[in-house]
Every structure is written in structure tokens, then in C-alpha cells.
């Protein structure tokens, strides 16, 4: 890359930065508005992580809190924790934590469950809000996982119920008057591509649609504005870009207006008006209480709700003006450097379109993603030939970019992928 060549906003101020090499990036560093966040986490040393769009590092503040918990809370205070330490309240508190990251307000917002659960809940809530319609609409792209609790949902009400499937630029022309909910996911797992909520949401409410919004790739990378947007329903998880740790507590979004129409499908005892009457028959608490289903796993919400407190005083503006700067610089660096490679980029080019995470495919995509992580540089691998870098402006650096293109240039010019012990697979890729 050039001397002349930039990326824009990388000092939060959106005015051209030359980046043209790592000392260039070490002073894009120093002038960072967020790089005193770094020190806030546990990240190894020798580690670039270009994963924290799977699973984020482990904040300082959560094995102090989590050892707190099992020592004075559970050790000290047994059953009683559940008055005196706030146990109960959980759900409803870390809810409160997550509104203002996903523009909503405290009480519209629950922690609770695994995102396909609280998915679950919320199409079933969806479909019975529209009564006289039977599908289900998103894209063919759409994160799998959300596609199967969709077709589940369908085999299991059946009486015409259906998921259909369009390409992304067919969404809109598709939503008529057989469509319920319009589910999508924010931004694209497999490419990043991100969605207009905004213009979606109002087409499918002309449609008489509700919306569903999966958060995952969202939720601490990109400013979101629920309520701006008139969004209906949402999900997301807590252990990406928010940190939370492996299987961190979910959250659901019921916008305000819905709260006492929608019906949620799971009536676990939490979720009832007195769980603690232990009546014969179920009544639904008001409001977001009802989004409760089982009993709140206590050590992983104290872990979520340690980590939430980072961002207290995050700047989301310049959380997105890093982050885009940060994407800039790879690409602009990968393209230049790895250039003749093979490699190609399935994100969107353009900034606005795209979260916080870039796309590069090539036809050895699963072994050069190995390499990359025997050599410390971590990322991951989306099928069929997808290598997936995610960028968390909270800790990451400018010189992290610089550092982990240097190394992909190597494994390609080199050919060091091509090991045996790069191309076999494990469980989780």
C-alpha cells in the first residue's frame, strides 16, 4: 500500500489517515480516542484475535465478580442470594445494561435463554400477532441456525405455515399480504453485509409484516436504534462482541407497544404472574417478566453483567468510526499485499453496507485460516471457502492489522497452508 493511500475516520474524526505502514499504524494507536479500553481485557501475548465476532476475550472485571459470586453469594450467602445478592432480578437488570447499546429502552429488554430460544418465542409471538397469515419471510443467506428454528416452527404448527426463503434485493418486492414476520439477521454472518433496518422495517410494516431482528453480529460492534427504527421484535447473544464469555445469557426485544399482545409460547414458571403462588394455571406476567421461562443460571449473569460494564462509557460514534477504519485498513492492506493470491473479497466494499467484520473466500480458505492460527493470528472459517476476520474496536490495534497481514502474506507466498495438519477438520471450525 501507497504512502498516498487512506483510510477514512481513523481518528474518529472521519478526515483522511495515511496508513502506509506499521509505524504509521503505531501513531494511529497513540491518537486513539479508544485505546485505553484495551487494558480492560485479558488478551494473550503472541495473540492478534480477529475472533471476537465468535466469541469475545475475557474482560479483567469478570473472574474478580465471578469469584465474588461463588465465594460470598453462593459460598456465604446460599439460597438467601437470591433476595439479598439480587439473583432474581437478573434478567430484568441486564436487560436495563443492554437497552441503550441496542437504542431501546429498560423496560423493553430481557436477558434470558440462548438466542434460538429466545427466537423461538418471539416467531411463535410474531405469528400470533398476525393470525391471518401463515409465512414466515428472510433470506436464503440467513444465518442457518435461525433458518432451522424457523422450519422447525413451521413442521410444528402446521396448517400451511411456511419459511420462505428470497435473495436479499428480493426482500422487499416479496413482502405481501401472506407474509407474518419478517425475520433477518442484521448483519450477514458468512459476508458482513449489513442490512438497512430502517428501510426494511417500514417496507414490511406497509406490508402489515412484524419484524424480527437477529442482534448477533450487531450488538457492541455497530450503534443500533431499535426504537428510531420502529423495529418490533429482536434477539442477540452476549457472547461476541459483548464479551460475556462462551454461552453467555441472550437477550430478547419486545417493543413497548406489543408487550401485552404477544403471546410467549414457553410458560416456564418464571415467566408467570406469581411464580412464587405456585398456582395450578398459567397467567403472564406483564410486560418483558413474561419472557422468562426456567431459572436464571446465576454464574453465567454475573459474568455477562460484569462484562456490560465496559461499556458504561463507550462512545458508539467512535466505536463505528474504528471500526470501519479498521476494516479499511485490512482490506486495503490484504488487497494490496496478498494481491495475485487468489483471495477475494465477498464483503461489501463499501462501509455503510458493512458491520464489523470482513470476508475474504478462496479455495483453500480452511487450511490458510489454520495456519493463520498456529501462527497466532486468529480468525475462523465459515463454509464453503469463507475466511472471516472480525474487528472489536474495543481492543484491538492499528498495529494488530498491520501485524496479521504480514503474517497472511507470508503463509501465502510461502505456501504454508498446505500441511497436512492444516486440513483436518475438528468439531468446531
Not at 159 to 166: I, K, M, N, Q, S
Request: with cysteine; charged share 20%.
Amino acid at each position: 500500500m501507497s504512502p498516498e493511500e487512506a483510510v477514512t475516520g481513523a481518528d474518529g474524526s472521519g478526515a483522511p489517515v495515511t496508513v502506509a505502514d506499521r509505524a504509521a499504524c503505531a501513531a494511529l494507536d497513540a491518537a486513539d480516542p479508544l485505546s485505553d479500553q484495551r487494558a480492560l481485557f485479558h488478551l494473550p501475548d503472541g495473540v492478534i484475535y480477529l475472533d471476537g465476532n465468535s466469541l469475545g476475550p475475557v474482560p479483567h472485571a469478570v473472574p474478580e465478580r465471578l469469584a465474588a459470586v461463588v465465594r460470598d453469594e453462593w459460598g456465604d450467602g446460599l439460597i438467601r442470594s437470591w433476595n439479598a445478592a439480587g439473583w432474581i432480578e437478573y434478567p430484568a437488570r441486564v436487560g436495563a445494561q443492554l437497552a441503550p447499546l441496542i437504542g431501546a429502552a429498560p423496560d423493553e429488554v430481557l436477558a434470558a435463554d440462548s438466542t434460538s430460544v429466545n427466537l423461538f418465542k418471539l416467531l411463535v409471538g410474531g405469528l400470533r400477532l398476525r393470525p391471518e397469515r401463515r409465512v414466515i419471510l428472510s433470506e436464503a443467506s440467513n444465518f442457518p441456525s435461525d433458518l432451522y428454528m424457523a422450519q422447525g416452527i413451521t413442521h410444528l404448527l402446521g396448517d400451511g405455515y411456511e419459511l420462505r426463503t428470497v435473495d436479499a434485493e428480493e426482500l422487499t418486492d416479496a413482502l405481501n399480504d401472506d407474509v407474518a414476520v419478517l425475520m433477518l439477521t442484521h448483519v450477514n454472518y458468512q459476508t458482513g453485509r449489513m442490512h438497512d433496518m430502517a428501510a426494511l422495517t417500514a417496507a414490511a410494516h406497509d406490508a402489515g409484516a412484524i419484524t424480527l431482528w437477529d442482534l448477533a453480529h450487531s450488538v457492541g460492534a455497530v450503534p443500533l436504534d431499535l426504537a428510531g427504527c420502529n423495529a418490533d421484535l429482536a434477539v442477540g447473544c452476549g457472547y461476541k462482541y459483548l464479551n460475556g464469555g462462551p454461552g453467555a445469557p441472550a437477550f430478547v426485544y419486545v417493543r413497548r407497544a406489543h408487550q401485552q399482545d404477544i403471546e410467549q409460547p414457553l410458560t416456564g414458571w418464571l415467566g408467570h404472574a406469581e411464580p412464587f403462588a405456585f398456582g395450578s394455571e398459567y397467567r403472564p406476567a406483564p410486560g418483558m417478566a413474561r419472557f422468562q421461562c426456567g431459572t436464571p443460571p446465576v454464574l453465567a449473569f454475573a459474568a455477562l453483567e460484569a462484562a456490560l460494564t465496559l461499556w458504561e462509557d463507550v462512545d458508539l460514534r467512535a466505536l463505528r468510526a474504528k471500526s470501519v477504519a479498521l476494516c479499511e485498513l485490512f482490506i486495503a492492506r490484504v488487497e494490496a499485499d496478498c494481491a495475485g493470491h487468489g483471495l477475494r473479497l465477498v464483503s461489501p466494499r463499501e462501509p455503510a453496507l458493512r458491520g464489523s467484520q470482513v470476508c475474504f473466500a478462496h479455495p483453500e480458505g480452511f487450511p490458510i485460516m489454520q495456519a493463520l492460527i498456529a501462527r497466532g493470528v486468529i480468525g475462523d472459517f465459515r463454509q464453503p471457502d469463507i475466511l472471516r476476520f472480525g474487528f472489536a474496536p474495543l481492543y484491538l490495534r492499528y498495529t494488530d492489522i498491520s501485524d496479521a497481514v504480514d503474517v497472511l502474506r507470508d503463509i501465502l507466498d510461502t505456501r504454508a497452508w498446505d500441511q497436512p495438519e492444516f486440513k483436518a477438520r475438528a468439531a468446531v471450525t
